[in-house]
T-cell receptor, first 110, second 116 residues
Framework: NAGVTQTPKFQVLKTGQSMTLQCAQD?????MYWYRQDPGMGLRLIYY???????DKGEVPNGYNVSRLNKREFSLRLESAAPSQTSVYFC?????????FGDGTRLSIL | AQSVTQLDSQVPVFEEAPVELRCNYS??????LFWYVQYPNQGLQLLLK??????LVESINGFEAEFNKSQTSFHLRKPSVHISDTAEYFC??????????????FGRGTQLTVWP
């Protein structure tokens, strides 16, 4: 049972490049979330999707876009990467409590 | 607005000693409470949760936390730690009502380091 799978695990980008982080869950959960983790800041919510077809902004949405492709998949896109977006990105899903997390994508922007 | 405060960013302790990681929250509505653990270069794993019922909740590896509604706290304790408990611990809350139902609000984390 894979749970929440994130790809890629690591990525290095140059400033201005774009990329999409992928997330898929196999637990038939309705709600999915994208967080970023920075040292000393805990996890902050970027975007979430309460159900298929809906997305909403979280605490720190600027510079990101999301797509809820279907019930399983929720992608996060950086259109023009900036050094301030260097972080570890986590995807999570839930049906009821608690949320289940993927292993993260470590993204460095030079 | 809701917030979660973890009072210690780092807690060093010797093996077999007791430990307490402190967490306080503020919210205008009732909450669910969680502790997650993150081992180096890994994702977050649920350690324990309080949803309702008994205010003392326990995990399978010896941690426990007590929900204190009057002090709005959910401190994590273990009577005797092991080196393998070295990790970062996050306290989080989820609101029972409101437009942000289901999302988690995290504290900034406490790095627990257990020395031999």
């Amino acid at each position: 049972n894979a749970g929440v799978t994130q790809t890629p695990k690591f990525q290095v980008l140059k400033t201005g490049q774009s990329m999409t982080l992928q997330c898929a869950q196999d637990m038939n959960h309705n709600s999915m979330y994208w967080y970023r983790q920075d040292p000393g800041m805990g996890l902050r919510l970027i975007y979430y999707s309460a159900s298929e077809g809906t997305t909403d902004k979280g605490e720190v949405p600027n510079g990101y876009n999301v797509s809820r492709l279907n019930k399983r998949e929720f992608s996060l896109r950086l259109e023009s990467a900036a050094p301030s977006q260097t972080s570890v990105y986590f995807c999570a899903s839930r049906e009821s409590q608690p949320q289940h997390f993927g292993d993260g994508t470590r993204l460095s922007i030079l | 607005a809701q917030s979660v405060t973890q009072l210690d960013s780092q807690v060093p302790v010797f093996e077999e000693a007791p430990v307490e990681l402190r967490c306080n929250y503020s919210s205008s509505v009732s909450v669910y409470l969680f502790w997650y653990v993150q081992y180096p270069n890994q994702g977050l794993q649920l350690l324990l949760k309080y949803l309702s019922g008994s205010t003392l909740v326990e995990s399978i590896n010896g941690f426990e936390a007590e929900f204190n509604k009057s002090q709005t706290s959910f401190h994590l304790r273990k009577p005797s730690v092991h080196i393998s408990d070295t990790a970062e611990y996050f306290c989080a809350v989820s609101l029972l009502r409101g437009s942000t139902l289901g999302r988690l609000y995290f504290g900034r984390g406490t790095q627990l380091t257990v020395w031999p």
